[in-house]
């Protein structure tokens, strides 16, 4: 067993940037919600790992490219940079159930709900020699399936009311986060700090 590591998972769009209805493909489009560099910032500061777990079927749909999600990855991290934070790793899953696509269809495994996203960080983390200590790991996000994916995949699942802020839908399916916060920021600095191991 490697050392051990907690990681805060997150969700991209509506949990560190702005929901704008439909898939960010420039980075002009890219717009940070208010505090999100600086929860991220907190959280590394915190000793967390920070990884990026992201549905990005508008590649299967050909409404996004994977070279426009890496870049504007690349966009994320410049302007994390410009407040102390960073991202580690980030993973995007480019299925779609519904569109489906002889190259992505392959990668049915990773779409949330589906923890494939998660198991992978896990296992290239154990692959450089550490172990995630779950138990002391987040997974943050703005709708019912990021919250589901915490869950499955063993870890502690917060529920930011931006983006969709799916509470309501959360409570109806019995898909019950360990804390709802109004915003990243919030969940950092009001549960997750606050939890820490
Ligand atoms: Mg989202």
């Not at 991202?87 to 495994?109: G, I, N, V």
């Not at 063993?154 to 802020?165: A, E, N, S």
């Not at 109806?172 to 939890?195: M, Q, R, S, W």
Request: aromatic share 10%; net charge negative.
């Amino acid at each position: 067993m490697g050392r051990k590591l907690k990681v805060l998972f997150l969700d991209r769009d509506g949990t560190i940037n702005r929901d704008i209805g439909t898939y960010v493909t420039t980075r002009e489009q890219f717009e940070l919600i208010d505090g999100a560099d600086r929860a991220i910032a907190l959280a590394r500061q915190a000793g967390y790992q920070i990884v990026i777990i992201t549905n990005q079927a508008g590649i299967a749909k050909g409404i996004v490219t994977p070279e426009q999600v890496e870049d504007i990855h690349l966009y994320l991290n410049e302007l994390l940079a410009q407040s102390g934070g960073s991202f580690d790793h980030s993973y995007y899953c480019p299925t779609h159930p519904d569109y489906p696509h002889p190259e992505y269809d392959r990668f049915a495994w990773c779409r949330k709900p589906e923890t494939g996203m998660v198991d992978r960080a896990v296992a290239d983390y154990c692959a450089a020699g550490f172990e995630v200590d779950k138990s002391c790991s987040f997974f943050i996000g703005d709708k019912t399936v990021d919250v589901e994916c915490g869950l499955r995949a063993g870890l502690r699942p917060i529920l930011v009311r931006t983006g969709h802020g799916e509470e309501e839908l959360c409570r109806e399916k019995g898909i019950v986060p360990e804390f709802v916060a109004d915003n990243l920021l919030h969940a950092i600095t009001e549960y997750v700090l606050l939890n820490t191991c």
